[in-house]
C-alpha cells in the first residue's frame, strides 16, 4: 500500500529564517511526486510536480527536490504569506489517483 | 478559467437528512476525483471518473454514498441518509489525462448535526 509521511507536523519560523520540510514516501513504481499547499478554508493548491531521483524544481522562495525515499520542500528566507499547510502526494505508475500525506503547517512570524 | 466550482460552500443537517454535494470540472479535463478531508485522517480519494465513467469507488465508506458524472460538466457526491461522522470537508479535483497536478476547487464543509 503507497504510504506518504511527512513532518514535522508543525513549523513556526521567523520571518527570514529558512528551513525544510520533509515528505518520506513507500510506492511501487513512482509516477509522481506533488506538492500543494493550503491555505485555510480554501482547496490545495499545485505547486510542484517531480518525476525522477535528482530532479529539482524552483518557486520563489520554495524549491523541491526529490530521492528515490523522500523529497524535500526548502523555503528560504520565508515571509508570513508563505505561511499554509504544505502536502505531498504520490502517485504510482499506471494509476491516476494522489495519495497524500497529513501536511506540514507551517507559520511565518514577522 | 474559473477553475473547479463546488456548491454549496457549507451545509448543514441534520442526522438522516439526504445531502447533495455538486461539482463542475475545468471544461476539458478528462479525469474528476471527489475526496474527503478530515483531521484525523486527511485527505482520502472516495471515488474518481474518467470521461464520466467510475474508474474506482474503492475509497466509498458505505452504501451511503454515491457519485454521478452524467455529463463532462458537472458531478454530484450525494450521502443518504446523513450521519455525524460524515463530517468532513469535501473537495472536488479535476485533471487533465490524469497526469498532471489536479485542480481542486474550495470544497463543501460538511456539518451533520
Known amino acids: 500500500e503507497d504510504q506518504v509521511t511527512q513532518s514535522p507536523e508543525a513549523l513556526r519560523l521567523q520571518e527570514g529564517e529558512s528551513s525544510s520540510l520533509n515528505c518520506s514516501y513507500t510506492?511501487?513504481?513512482?509516477?509522481?511526486l506533488f506538492w500543494y499547499r493550503q491555505d485555510p478554508g480554501k482547496g490545495p493548491e499545485f505547486l510542484f510536480t517531480?518525476?525522477?531521483a535528482g530532479e529539482e524544481k524552483e518557486k520563489e522562495r520554495l524549491k523541491a527536490t526529490l530521492t528515490k525515499k523522500e523529497s524535500f520542500l526548502h523555503i528560504t528566507a520565508p515571509k508570513p504569506e508563505d505561511s499554509a499547510t504544505y502536502l505531498c502526494?504520490?502517485?504510482?505508475?499506471?494509476?491516476?489517483?494522489?495519495?497524500f500525506g497529513q501536511g506540514t503547517r507551517l507559520t511565518i512570524n514577522p | 478559467d474559473a477553475g473547479v466550482i463546488q456548491s454549496p460552500r457549507h451545509e448543514v443537517t441534520e442526522m438522516g437528512q439526504e445531502v447533495t454535494l455538486r461539482c463542475k470540472p475545468i471544461?476539458?479535463?478528462?479525469?474528476l476525483f471527489w475526496y474527503r478531508q478530515t483531521m484525523m485522517r486527511g485527505l482520502e480519494l472516495l471515488i474518481y471518473?474518467?470521461?464520466?465513467?467510475?474508474?474506482?469507488d474503492s475509497g466509498m465508506p458505505e452504501d451511503r454514498f454515491s457519485a454521478k458524472m452524467p455529463n463532462a460538466s458537472f458531478s454530484t457526491l450525494k450521502i443518504q441518509p446523513s450521519e455525524p461522522r460524515d463530517s468532513a470537508v469535501y473537495f472536488c479535483a479535476s485533471s487533465l489525462e490524469g497526469r498532471y497536478g489536479y485542480t481542486f476547487g474550495s470544497g463543501t464543509r460538511l456539518t451533520v448535526v
Open positions: 517531480l518525476y525522477s
Open positions: 502526494a504520490v502517485q504510482r505508475g499506471g494509476a491516476q489517483k494522489l495519495v
Open positions: 471518473f474518467n470521461n464520466n465513467v467510475p474508474i474506482d
Open positions: 510506492v511501487s513504481g513512482l509516477r509522481g
Open positions: 471544461s476539458g479535463h478528462d479525469y
